[in-house]
């Protein structure tokens, strides 16, 4: 979660007209927080190797990131990060095969590989940061149903199965979550810096609107 807050305002305009400075506040807060929003996943987006459209939403078209609607009189906006994971699936997870000791990417409509043998091994790769490590992991994809009736869809994941045999219970790959991904430090500290410019810009721009400065 992202706490932003604003103090020292009446302060610093003691003279104006106390309302009218709440009200330019409670406007410049109810806009940055929509940007920050935007500029939160654009910059989530630019480090870790996940398209926008998957930050935002998850595969039941619920949001991963949420914002406070009302705005009190303290001031005060929040936006809120999910900690619900993200599937490794949308973190650049391409399916592999090794033919011996050759890497074969597989096509899933037509695969060259039409026979397996003891030294086939088949798995998925993931780069989770953009121009990051890949790593290669005894895998596979797998849509998976969620919900009931009309709210019913499916979940793409990557699993594994437990040692000791293919019978037994799969398992899903760590998964991430933004509520992880906000908190990178490349992430956070430009984001804290954008939110700050931002509601001074704004904040001057509702002070003129309200006739408070020119």
């Known amino acids: 979660m992202i706490r932003i807050e604003v103090k020292g305002i009446k302060e610093v305009l003691k003279n104006l007209d106390p309302k009218k400075v709440d009200k330019a506040a409670k406007s410049a807060l109810n806009r940055v927080k929509t940007q920050a929003k935007t500029e939160s996943v654009r910059r989530m987006s630019k480090i870790w190797n996940i398209k926008q459209s998957d930050l935002l939403k998850k595969s039941s078209g619920k949001d991963r990131i949420e ?25 650049g997870a391409t399916e592999f095969r090794f033919k011996g000791n050759t890497l074969v990417k597989m096509n899933r409509k037509s695969s060259r590989i039409t ?43 990557v699993f594994s199965r437990h040692k000791g045999g293919g019978r037994l219970p799969v398992y899903e790959r760590k998964m991430i979550s933004v509520a992880t991904m906000i908190r990178k430090r490349e992430v956070l500290e430009p984001l804290q810096k954008f939110i700050r410019e931002k509601f001074d810009e704004r904040f001057n721009h509702e002070l003129k609107r309200q006739g408070l400065i020119k």
């Open 67 to 91: 914002t406070s609607g009302y705005i009190g009189s303290d001031l005060t906006a929040h936006i809120y990060f999910m900690s619900g994971g993200i599937s490794l699936a949308y973190l």
């Open 115 to 157: 026979r397996r043998t003891a030294k086939d091994r088949t798995g998925v790769q993931v780069q989770t940061l953009r121009g990051g490590r890949v790593t290669r992991l005894r895998a596979f994809f797998s849509a998976v149903k969620f919900g009931k009736s009309g709210a019913a869809g499916y979940h793409l994941g």
